[in-house]
């Protein structure tokens, strides 16, 4: 007797279908190609079999742990295959895994762990001992350490130790990696985002970077807690190809594993791509196996003489749209040649409207803010119901930025709805800056401004109000920065005045960068 179903008759108890989950993508990698290297990350090597074996172990590890459905993982540490068997392993046993930005301070770390609540932080002894001496002292995590990249440690006792998994079908709608944004209220959020989606953006990211055309091999140098190499990494497992783990860039190791390993395609931004460069275009280098992007050569002449370039037309149009809480991209320029609009226009996973304050759609040709639905969004923040009500509503997500309609139907990016810092590949939002620097008691009133900056696009400018009567230098300033939030976001210029402009009680920004020389922001202007 077959059951009746939406999707026609099936068999009494059996279902074919499968949810989009990495895990099935693992699955199936296991048996189609199982002797196919996966990654490698120093001197670990490991197949495709061999990893999904890992996976399984540590799954089982995490259960015996405490992380159930629903339970939250913390990676305290660089770039390693051990952060992608993670977020394949939690996918396992319905639970998350948050990778954290390792180049925070401290007490923004500390602050990420203690909104978290992670029942395990896995973490790498070389780099994080003293915050992680931190956190044991006040709460009952447990804590796997990751000593090296290949040698014992409490995680690989963990995993040795651990009895075989017992597989169950994964819930692509569940959250599967948490990844705390940028500070657009003064604290980061952590934007969840599921299995569906994670698979859904992976493959668009594949496909627009044109990993169907060859083997890719990838160099996952630039940081992964960024969702650009997280994708790229997860592109890259998902058609079957090697990730090439570097913990952090530096420049010879990178040119090294591209020439050695045969990489096909990094990303590498501000800086490090003259930085490569410099150590690429050294007598007896041979990097003719990496694909170039435009925007490497833009960067850096050099880069025309090194490595080849992509034949497919996708490659070549690199205007896109998108935000980590969308898992990635939204729309692409790759979809939308010759069209008006530099973001392009949406992949099928998304549908977007352009919205005035109220929700209603606007005209062709006006600004407002840009809203999307569809599998890749994620179910908002963690631990943050009341701000996830105003961004998602009426189905849609609100994005925050400000966008608008060409009348080709294409789409353009204006800017965020609140200014945004960008220096190299950080976001940075003033109020997170404006809040530290009134920590001083020396200051009374601060802010911080986007000036130009020939090397990082835009780098921050504390213009400060002090105290009648009281001294403090610029190195003062920009040293109390540096000890309470990440370094990246610290001033590099402090300008003293005697009070700042205001309509009101508000900041009149427009007049302090007309002032102070402020400028280059994100988008194309209004």
Not at 26 to 41: F, I, K, Q, T
Not at 249 to 268: F, G, P
Not at 373 to 380: D, L, S
């Amino acid at each position: 007797m077959s059951a009746s179903t939406p999707g026609g008759p099936q068999i009494a108890g059996h279902d074919s279908r499968a949810d989009m989950t990495l895990g099935n993508v693992l699955a199936e990698h296991r048996r189609s190609r199982p002797h196919e290297l996966a990654a490698v990350d120093g001197p670990v090597r490991l197949t495709y079999s061999e990893l999904a074996a890992r996976v399984d172990l540590l799954a089982s590890a995490l259960l015996q742990a405490g992380v159930g459905p629903g339970g939250r993982v913390l990676w305290l540490g660089q770039n390693s295959y051990r952060l992608l068997e993670l977020i394949l392993a939690v996918g396992e046993v319905g639970a998350t895994v948050c990778p954290v930005n390792w180049r925070q301070s401290p007490a923004e770390i500390e602050f990420v762990f203690d909104d978290l609540r992670p029942a395990v932080v896995v973490w790498e002894a070389a780099t994080f001992a003293d915050v992680v001496e931190r956190l044991a002292s006040r709460c009952d995590t447990a804590f796997l350490e990751a000593t090296d990249r290949s040698g014992d440690s409490s995680c690989e006792s963990a995993i040795a130790a651990a009895p075989p998994l017992e597989r169950t079908q994964a819930d692509g709608a569940l959250t599967q990696v948490i990844m705390y944004t940028a500070a657009h209220d003064g604290r980061p959020n952590g934007a969840m985002l599921t299995q569906q989606g994670l698979v859904a953006s992976s493959f668009m990211h594949a496909a627009v970077n044109s990993l169907f055309e060859e083997r890719p091999v990838f160099l996952a140098a630039s940081p992964m807690f960024h969702i650009a190499t997280l994708l790229g990494v997860l592109s890259t497992f998902l058609v079957g190809g090697t990730n090439v783990f570097l913990p952090r860039v530096t420049a010879k190791e990178a040119c090294d594993l591209i020439e050695s390993e045969r990489c096909t395609w990094a990303y590498l931004t501000g800086p490090s791509i003259s930085e490569v460069a410099e150590f690429a275009t050294r007598p007896g280098r041979d990097l003719s196996c990496l694909r170039v992007p435009e925007a490497y050569v833009k960067t850096d002449s050099r880069w025309a003489g090194l490595g080849r370039t992509a034949t497919s037309p996708w490659a070549h149009a690199t205007g896109a749209f998108g935000q980590t809480e969308t898992t990635g991209v939204i729309s692409y320029a790759a979809l939308a040649h010759g069209a008006r609009g530099a973001a392009g226009r949406p992949s099928p996973w998304f549908q977007v409207r352009v919205v005035d304050p109220d929700g209603a759609e606007v005209d062709n040709g006006q600004v407002g803010e840009i809203t999307a639905r569809g599998i890749a969004i994620g179910p908002g923040y963690w631990n943050r119901p009341d701000l996830n009500q105003r961004r998602l509503r009426d189905g849609w997500w609100h994005t925050g930025d400000l966008g608008r309609r060409e009348p080709d139907g294409s789409l353009s990016f204006v800017g965020p709805m609140t200014r945004m810092i960008k220096s190299g590949k950080e976001n940075i939002y003033p109020i997170e800056v404006e809040r530290c620097l009134l920590d001083h008691p020396a200051i009374t009133d601060a802010a911080a401004v986007g000036v130009p900056d020939p090397v990082w696009e835009q780098s921050v400018l504390a213009v400060v109000v002090t105290a009648d009567g009281v001294e403090l230098t610029a190195e003062e300033v920009i040293a109390h920065c540096r000890a309470r939030i990440a370094s990246y976001k610290k001033p590099r210029h402090v300008r003293f005045v005697t009070e700042l402009p205001r309509i009101g009680t508000r900041l009149d920004r427009d007049e302090l960068d007309k002032q102070h020389g402020g400028g280059g922001y994100p988008g194309v202007g209004r």
